[in-house]
């Protein structure tokens, strides 16, 4: 039951190109977003489609996957789950991030 405390699905396009950056100890990071579309109809009847952008990283084989066979607009479905984390930037700020660690991957479509 442990597995389904912190866990995410989505189904989705990819907003850029896979970022790919090589780590000292030689593991590849991946990041990149996903855009998750709902579509619904609004009081009057109006077709409204809600998008959500997802930040995504994936780690070793699936970044490298990601940097093979990802760009952008290819639609995928991640399974992973929400990490936080703080960081500052130059000016000093403090600013706060949430991101999907992947654990699995799934390319669809063409």
């Keep these: 039951m442990n597995s389904l405390k912190n866990k995410v699905q989505l189904i989705g396009n990819l907003g850029n190109d896979p970022e790919i950056i090589l780590m000292e100890n030689g593991t590849k990071l991946a990041k990149f977003s996903l855009a998750t579309n709902e579509t ?3 009081a009057k009847g109006e077709k409204v489609t809600d998008t959500q952008w997802h930040n995504i990283v ?3 084989k699936l970044a490298e996957i990601s940097e093979d066979f ?3 607009g290819k639609e995928v479905m991640i399974e992973g789950k929400l990490m ?3 960081y500052e930037t130059n000016e000093g ?3 706060y991030i949430t991101e ?3 654990n699995e991957l799934l390319m ?3």
């Design 70 to 72: 990802l760009s952008k």
């Design 58 to 60: 994936a780690w070793g």
């Design 100 to 102: 999907i660690k992947c």
């Design 40 to 42: 619904y109809k609004n």
């Design 108 to 110: 669809l479509g063409k």
């Design 84 to 86: 936080n984390r703080t």
């Design 93 to 95: 700020e403090k600013r």
